[in-house]
């Protein structure tokens, strides 16, 4: 099957999952924010930064290796090797991420009150610590199936997943609600930890019928798997932590900062969960249609390069890109015209309302951003994504200690824009000057 077909059937197949997990997804916020409220969403949204961190850890730089060295494999004709790849891949992470379970469980207090500057987060984190071992693993076999360009199953795995999660916190809902319970966040992160499980034994059930999936590795060969997987995912689990460690300090000093404009704790946390939980949700909606694509470029784009064809590459991006700044113009106009009126009628919230028409803005280089990082990365170039997702991490921060003690949350939806302006640019640069180099190898 050529590129294009390759990249074209497995977005379909994943846009189709992600649309449908985001409808899903909207209405369960909706839920989620009538009952815990904007306070209790706020809350709720402290503790991913340190589930993100957690995850670039264990399990991103590893399941793109995974991805990679499975399509490798799989390329020159040897399944069993690429099964073996998988199965060394999850006895790394989840040697990592029992690891990190533990740690967070023990320093649950630690992390709340020191890092997160919020007590109630305690509980939170002990629970949030008993997904990690099941997210990682489930993210692991996700990428072995990137990487045999199947991902019918990765597409099943997010609606079981987010369908699990919903069901769960229902069902706690009408149980805590019967016996007269007190209904806190805990029930949504409860419902994240038994989606995870729901999605990983179905990905573990598909695998087992996998060919070649139950071939024995001799230890030298699993010691061979083990340093080509950390070879290829040491640069960009150290890229990606130090990303997330700076997108979590950035959580944590955003309450902070409208504490200094003048709000007191449980409004700062309310405006925060409003934007986290509430508007950024509906700009990151088409992102289920740029986030198939990127998915299925990056072991694609591998695979055009080693085999030469630039030119077909070539032709595939300038594609993508033009498709993802089309897509981007017209939620653009989309949310300038609706913001208003999505946040009163979804949320109730005329603040959400407004975030989504700022934040309308960033659609354009927010879309493209997502496709380009995977191209560069698929093409080797994870230094550029690295330092351009830290220099615009930068400028988010510089925003959020120069802007939003002054004018509000509304300074770091401007720093939002310009590090998304500068992302793009920057990455858009360096791309052309990629490509023109291995042009001119290639010709040479």
């Known amino acids: ?232 995912a040491a640069p960009l689990t150290v890229s990606r932590i130090c990303i997330n460690l700076l997108a979590s300090l950035e959580a944590a000093l955003i309450p902070n900062a409208l504490k200094a404009y003048g709000m007191d704790s449980g409004t700062a946390l309310s405006v925060y969960g409003i934007l986290n939980g509430m508007a950024l949700p509906f700009i990151l909606f088409p992102n289920a249609l740029t986030g198939s694509i990127s998915l299925m470029l990056l072991p694609a784009v591998s695979e055009s390069q080693a085999s030469g064809h630039l030119d077909s590459l070539k032709a595939t991006v300038k594609r993508t890109f033009s498709f993802c700044i089309l897509l981007g113009c017209i939620c653009l106009l989309f949310f300038l015209v609706f913001g208003n009126f999505l946040g009163e009628f979804i949320f109730s919230s005329a603040l959400a309302g407004d975030f989504i028409t700022v934040l309308a803005w960033i659609c354009p280089f927010l879309y493209l951003n997502t496709t380009l990082n995977s191209v560069l990365n698929g093409l080797g170039k994870t230094n550029i994504t690295f330092f351009n997702g830290i220099l615009g991490l930068f400028i988010r921060i510089g925003f959020i200690f120069l802007a939003v003690p002054k004018i509000g949350i509304h300074g770091y939806l401007f720093g939002l824009l310009a590090s998304q302006l500068f992302i793009t640019s920057s990455g858009c640069l360096f791309l052309r000057n990629t490509l023109q180099k291995a042009q001119t190898a290639s010709r040479g």
């Open 1 to 232: 099957m050529n590129l294009k077909n390759v990249i074209l059937r497995g977005t379909l197949l994943l846009t189709i999952a992600g649309i449908l997990s985001r409808i899903m997804g909207f209405f369960y916020r909706i839920f989620l924010a009538n009952t815990i409220g904007a306070e209790g969403m706020g809350i709720y949204q402290l503790i991913f930064p340190i589930y993100s961190v957690c995850f670039s850890l264990c399990a991103s730089g590893i399941e793109t290796a995974i991805s990679k060295l499975t399509a490798e494999k799989y390329a020159v004709g040897k399944p069993a090797e690429a099964s073996g790849v998988l199965r060394t891949g999850l006895f790394l992470t989840l040697t990592l991420s029992v690891s990190c379970s533990l740690l967070i469980y023990n320093y649950a207090e630690v992390l709340a009150e020191v890092f997160l500057k919020e007590s109630r987060c305690v509980g939170l984190l002990r629970i949030l610590s008993v997904t990690i071992p099941f997210g990682t693993a489930q993210s692991c076999i996700c990428g072995y199936y990137f990487g045999v360009h199947k991902a019918g199953v990765p597409a099943c795995a997010q609606l079981i997943e987010q369908g699990f999660r919903i069901g769960c916190v229902f069902f706690l809902f009408h149980l805590y609600q019967t016996n007269g319970m007190n209904i806190s966040p805990a029930i949504a992160v409860i419902g994240l930890v038994f989606g995870e499980v729901c999605a990983l034994l179905f990905t573990i059930t598909c695998f087992s019928f996998q060919p070649k999936s139950r071939v024995s590795i001799p230890f030298t060969k699993a010691f061979s798997n083990s340093k080509e997987i950390l070879t290829l």
